[in-house]
């Protein structure tokens, strides 16, 4: 069974985002968990949760992604802007336990010229102070492209990540097609070789979700620009056998294309069909 969804829409709460999923065939979804661009998130309704979570037996819903704001950046050069990742995240881990056992997802950040050792730290610092024994969440590490100072576009670098945390069995990765094309890992032509290495120097037991991207541009140019599946420069056939590997195929996939609902209703029947149980 391929367990697939695409980002939604928050606005109107956890039940209205399992109903939309529900309508497009997904079986799972992802969302910001506050205003991705402001940091703003609001009240959680205990309605609304205690209805979305038995929609979700009922249609047999799969392992949520819930994404950070893009404006948090966890190694920053400036200490106001850490504490701001650092409240985000740690409030954002206290309002997933509504929906417990799901996955958080973030960018590790960008190091802004403090260089990439300082901000490994700077991350697994803030990390060990967010993360508790009792969360039931699993933190997910997002693979990135490197565009500008980016930390984590190699898979050393969340490694390292990986390395300075103390519970570190809460840490997973998010695996975008999109950024790990761009940041120079060949999915196109050598996907048994980029698995390979991600086994060898992460472990392939970290890798909780992918997020399932065609990329607008080259191979290794170090840009973020998501496609459409199909109309980028990975192309069908390389996404298809990605989401039929037997290393891969258990995972949740989720959409970030450019789409409206129906256009992602469409990858949805489209990678269904494509798909062999
Ligand atoms: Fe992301
Ligand atoms: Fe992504
Ligand atoms: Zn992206």
Do not use: W
């Not at 998130?41 to 205990?46: G, M, R």
């Not at 948090?72 to 200490?79: A, H, L, R, T």
């Not at 206290?94 to 260089?115: A, C, D, I, K, W």
């Not at 969440?137 to 997002?142: I, K, N, P, S, Y």
């Amino acid at each position: 069974m391929l367990h697939i969804g695409c980002h939604l829409s928050a606005a109107k709460g956890y039940l209205h985002m399992g109903q939309e999923a529900v309508s497009i065939g997904a079986d799972t979804f992802q969302f910001f968990t506050r205003n991705p661009r402001g940091g703003n998130a609001k009240e959680i309704s205990q309605q609304d949760v205690s209805d979305f979570l038995s929609f979700s037996t009922q249609n047999h819903l799969t392992t949520l992604l819930a994404h950070a704001p893009y404006t948090i950046n966890p190694c920053s050069d400036n200490p106001q802007t850490r504490e701001f990742a650092e409240l985000a995240m740690s409030d954002d881990l206290r309002r997933m336990e509504y929906t417990p056992h799901n996955l958080y997802n973030f960018h590790p950040g960008s190091h802004v010229g403090q260089g990439v050792a300082k901000a490994i730290d700077l991350i697994s610092d803030l990390l060990n102070r967010v993360l508790s024994t009792d969360i039931t969440t699993t933190v997910l590490l997002e693979t990135m492209s490197g565009k500008g100072s980016e930390v984590g576009a190699t898979f050393e670098e969340l490694r390292s990540i990986i390395d300075n945390i103390g519970l570190s069995d809460k840490i997973g990765i998010c695996l975008d097609t999109c950024h790990i094309y761009s940041a120079g890992y060949d999915i196109v032509n050598d996907l048994e070789g980029v698995l390979e290495k991600f086994d060898k120097v992460i472990g392939l037991n970290r890798l909780k979700a992918i997020h399932l991207n065609d990329s607008m541009t080259e191979f290794a140019s170090h840009k973020d620009r998501h496609e459409k599946i199909g109309l980028g420069t990975i192309g069908a056939d390389a996404l298809i056998r990605l989401i039929n590997h037997p290393a891969l195929k258990h995972l949740p996939f989720l959409l970030e294309t450019p789409n409206e609902l129906d256009g992602y209703a469409q990858e949805i029947k489209f990678l269904r069909q494509n798909y062999s149980a």
